[in-house]
């Protein structure tokens, strides 16, 4: 059974690859951004063939478009047991981080029902050449607010198509027209992978991004 609304992109995307086949993402699949394959897994427990480890995708040639592309696959139409809305992070720690962080979406500071909420790593996944510490049970509370913020569905895509951006362009992002970063500036100046080189976004730390803001609109 389809999981997706229809007429949605989802919907159509799981009917093409239902088959088990691989597809070419740029002219059988029409879901264009990451985040949605990885909603695809960590949100539905869909599984996808996994050629390497944590590349669920292969570059094939298309015969259709006559190009190299990247395609997916489907393993198998059975759902996994879905443990979070976000890899790593199990249920009871995902609802441990909505309590500790006031169920306040980040973006807007809006107190929004748990079921809106995802947990989200400040420092981004594309950007990570290994997994972070295990967000079990036994993470202290201090690491859990260091680490996470809470976005909603909208806000949390909003905030992975800035950082795939970044990762392309090497250009950070920012709050949309507010070209303010209160540490570096528009350029990401660090290797790729060293978190060092988020602190100042606000994608990063929406929270410290407000009140270094201020601090300077008041200092003015």
Request: glycine share 4%.
């Amino acid at each position: 059974m389809n999981p997706f609304k229809l007429n949605s992109t989802s919907y159509h995307d799981y009917e093409i690859l239902k088959d088990l086949e691989w597809h070419c993402t740029k002219c059988e699949l029409q879901s264009g951004q990451a985040k949605t394959w990885q909603t695809w897994r960590d949100a539905h427990g869909l599984q996808f063939e996994e050629p390497s480890p944590r590349r669920w995708e292969s570059r094939i040639h298309c015969k259709t478009c006559d190009k190299t592309t990247v395609h997916r696959k489907l393993k198998t139409l059975d759902i996994s047991e879905i443990t979070s809305a976000r890899s790593g992070v199990s249920a009871k720690t995902a609802n441990r981080i909505k309590n500790l962080l006031n169920f306040e979406e980040a973006v807007f500071l809006r107190k929004l029902p748990a079921r809106l909420l995802q947990p989200d790593h400040k420092f981004p996944q594309i950007r990570w050449n290994k997994d972070e510490e295990p967000n079990d049970e036994s993470a202290s509370d201090e690491y859990l607010i260091a680490k996470f913020i809470l976005l909603n569905e909208n806000n949390n895509q909003l905030k992975s198509r800035n950082c795939e951006r970044c990762v392309l362009t090497n250009k950070r992002g920012n709050f949309p027209g507010i070209y303010f970063w209160y540490e570096g500036d528009e350029l990401w100046r660090t290797e790729s992978h060293d978190e060092k080189g988020c602190v100042g976004c606000f994608w990063y730390d929406p929270y410290k991004w407000r009140e270094e803001l201020n601090k300077t609109v008041e200092s003015s």
